[in-house]
């Protein structure tokens, strides 16, 4: 339905649409917030450079792993090696990483609105910032659950204990094998609870989110409407960044704003309705938040 060349939305100063989106987020009949890893990023989580070898730099002598996220689909020989990869990026990027400063900024624009969050990330920020559990759909998994790796099930399994045990027991990039997980009703090796193939679960949890984000999108049709795109990448657009350019285009009340450093742009279809900031979020969310 869209043309193939997308339009940078470039017509307006920094400041002027910091003004505009201000305007929308206190106006808004409702809010819906598509959040992407550059929102992470925002907030200092990156999966490369210092941070990376803070935790990793032996990971990388051995392996040549250069960043988080390869890390993550590098071959380890051994499921030994393998969860303590896994168990220290777990700890890391879930379990001690800390509220990071764009989440706490977002709830405080958004905490009195009509909001829900579809989020393709799965560091727990959102939870640990404070955002209403019933308003957050986590699409793509949870660093802190695992899964049978088959699935023989569908059931997911908190795992901090686990994982905080692997991390202080690990040595020379191995942790125990009496540590290595396994699924409670077949005995198989456990998984990361991330959508990464066909044995993702979804487990009860994660289907009451997808029908309270599909009634929050029914209920606010035709409503004034902001889809609030959060530093979303070309990697899984179908999730967030194209329903959210449809359903603009199909609401004449609806805007559609985009911040995300180096690919702030929108579709010609939609120019009019949105508003396309190529800028540092948590540095924007600072701003709205000294506006009067």
């Known amino acids: 339905m869209f043309l193939r060349t997308s339009t940078y939305n470039s017509?307006?100063?920094?400041?002027?649409?910091?003004?505009?989106?201000?305007?929308?987020?206190?106006?808004?009949?409702?809010?819906?917030?598509?959040?992407?890893a550059g929102l992470s990023a925002s907030a200092g989580m990156s999966y490369s450079g210092k941070r990376f070898e803070q935790y990793f730099s032996d990971f990388h002598r051995k392996y040549g792993i250069t960043d988080m996220y390869s890390g993550g689909f590098y071959p380890f020989a051994t499921l030994e090696e393998y969860w303590?990869?896994?168990?220290?990026?777990?700890?890391?990027?879930?379990?001690?990483?800390?509220v990071g400063k764009p989440y706490a900024g977002l709830l405080e624009l958004v905490r009195d609105k009509d909001y829900f969050?579809?989020?393709?990330?799965v560091d727990h920020q959102f939870q640990l910032a404070g955002f209403d559990k019933k308003r957050l759909f986590y699409t793509?998994?949870?660093?802190?659950?695992?899964?049978?790796s088959k699935p023989c099930h569908h059931k997911t399994y908190d795992n901090e204990a686990a994982v905080r045990q692997m991390v202080n027991e690990q040595r020379d990039m191995k942790i125990p094998p009496e540590l290595i997980p396994r699924c409670p009703v077949c005995g198989a090796p456990m998984n990361v609870n991330l959508r990464c193939d066909d044995t993702f679960v979804e487990d009860a949890g994660w289907h009451r989110a997808a029908e309270r984000y599909s009634d929050f999108i029914r209920r606010h049709e035709h409503l004034h409407v902001l889809f609030l795109e959060l530093g979303v990448g070309a990697n899984t657009p179908v999730?967030?960044?194209?329903?959210?350019?449809?359903m603009t285009a199909k609401n004449p009340?609806?805007?559609?704003?985009?911040i995300n450093q180096g690919e702030a742009f929108c579709p010609g279809e939609i120019?009019?309705?949105?508003?396309?900031?190529?800028?540092?979020i948590n540095t924007?969310?600072?701003?709205?938040?000294?506006?009067?």
Not at 253 to 258: K, L, P
Request: proline share 2%; net charge positive.
């Open 11 to 36: 017509t307006k100063t920094c400041s002027n649409n910091i003004e505009r989106l201000k305007y929308e987020l206190e106006t808004a009949d409702a809010i819906v917030i598509g959040a992407g």
């Open 84 to 98: 303590a990869w896994w168990s220290r990026h777990i700890l890391v990027n879930r379990y001690e990483a800390g």
């Open 117 to 121: 969050v579809l989020t393709t990330n």
């Open 140 to 148: 793509q998994g949870d660093y802190g659950l695992w899964q049978c």
């Open 239 to 246: 999730i967030i960044k194209y329903p959210f350019w449809q």
């Open 253 to 258: 009340r609806a805007v559609y704003a985009c």
């Open 271 to 280: 120019q009019r309705q949105s508003i396309c900031m190529d800028a540092d």
């Open 284 to 292: 924007v969310f600072q701003k709205l938040l000294t506006l009067p």
